[in-house]
């Protein structure tokens, strides 16, 4: 009996479960945003390539101004209420359970906090030797160094040629064509980790579900033993 046996056991308990909530039932306004996002991303692209500058900023403080409204209705105590009730505690006692029940499988008893510890332990090492980006850390390091001096050269070239008024328009495209690359990264980088690295956020569940083992239910023996002492 290994650790990765426990690991692949705590996986296929996990498939077992829907880590997401489908579309057709999340609350109507967050069907919407999500409908938005997709509409003013693909609009901004659009008015880009058009090189509709004007167009593009004004969408843009309006989509600003509407994840506004957004987060303060997600942020009302009825709709937290909701979703706690009706998705988030649901998954969280199908989690544990499956934590609870894979801990029993391999013989080891869920008020053992010493032995809860050391599969964190395992768990973050294993993580580390599976990380390939951590590998490309450095490269991109000095990518990054060798890159960045050659277009602050650029810049500085096409800032001595231009106009003032050609300068503050191709700043103002520049942000915005940043702010959509940056928007793009941080929702398609998590995919792509999925696909090719699985297991790291594998692990970062199983550290997680032990903690809240250790905070939830690991206590309780000492409690009754404390009770039982007390009597």
């Not at 069907?31 to 609009?43: E, P």
């Not at 008893?109 to 294993?126: G, K, M, P, S």
């Not at 940043?178 to 699985?198: E, Q, V």
Request: proline share 3%; hydrophobic share 50%; glycine share 2%.
């Amino acid at each position: 009996m290994r650790f990765c046996d426990f690991f692949i056991s705590y996986k296929i308990g996990l498939k077992g479960i829907k880590n997401s909530i489908p579309f057709t039932q999340l609350p109507l306004y967050r069907k919407i945003a999500i409908i938005l996002i997709f509409v003013v991303a693909l609009s901004e692209m659009l008015l880009l390539f058009f090189n509709q500058s004007t167009l593009s900023i004004i969408l843009l403080i309006l989509a600003l101004l509407f994840l506004s409204i957004f987060i303060f209705i997600d942020s009302k105590k009825g709709n937290l209420e909701h979703m706690l009730q009706k998705h988030y505690v649901p998954y969280s006692v199908e989690r544990i359970n499956i934590t609870l029940e894979n801990l029993q499988k391999y013989g080891i008893d869920y008020f053992d906090v010493d032995t809860i510890d050391l599969l964190i332990a395992e768990a973050q090492i294993a993580q580390l030797h599976c990380d390939f980006f951590l590998q490309l850390k450095k490269p991109l390091q000095i990518l990054g160094a060798l890159i960045v001096p050659v277009v602050a050269y650029v810049a500085q070239k096409i800032g001595d040629a231009a106009t003032q008024n050609t300068m503050i328009m191709m700043a103002i495209n520049v942000i915005i064509i940043s702010i959509i690359i940056f928007s793009l990264l941080y929702a398609i980088i998590p995919i792509i980790k999925n696909l090719f690295y699985r297991d790291y956020n594998k692990y970062n569940d199983l550290i997680y579900d032990l903690r809240q083992i250790k905070i939830f239910y690991a206590h309780k023996r000492t409690c009754f033993q404390c009770s039982s002492t007390s009597l």
